[in-house]
């Protein structure tokens, strides 16, 4: 199983930027899809963004498009999530999730690993 670890949360004002990072231990990073998942309180984690093995594909929920930026970085074991124009509404823990084989991107059960989660509060 992938050991992922994030990093980069923090408290940010409306309009500002952050970049997560999770990187991965374990079987082999280029292997898998991998993917950014969000939960505020009282409501369900929810798809942020996914990008394909090979990083030629990205995927993004409609609230995130145009804001934010998924990549990853091979060489480092390394994804990330570039955020700008951040709004109130996308405070919550961010999740980083791998091991993505086959199916929906937008479905938590099609992951097989995930990460503890990075707190991102945005104050307006």
């Known amino acids: 199983q992938v050991q992922l670890v994030e990093s980069g949360g923090g408290l940010v004002q409306a309009g500002g930027s952050l970049r997560l990072s999770c990187t991965a231990s374990?079987?082999?990073?280029?292997?898998?899809?991998m993917g950014w998942f969000r939960q505020a309180p009282g409501k369900e984690r929810e798809f942020v963004a996914a990008?394909?093995?090979?990083?030629?594909?990205?995927y993004y929920a409609d609230s995130v498009k145009g804001r934010f930026t998924i990549s990853r970085d091979t060489p480092k074991n390394t994804l990330y999530l570039q955020m700008n124009s951040l709004k109130p509404e996308d405070t919550a823990v961010y999740y980083c999730?791998?091991?993505?084989?086959?199916?929906?991107?937008?479905?938590?059960?099609?992951?097989?690993?995930w990460g503890q989660g990075t707190q991102v509060t945005v104050s307006s």
């Open positions: 374990g079987p082999t990073f280029s292997n898998y899809g």
């Open positions: 990008i394909h093995w090979s990083g030629g594909s990205t």
């Open positions: 999730a791998a091991e993505y084989y086959s199916g929906s991107y937008y479905d938590t059960k099609n992951f097989g690993s």
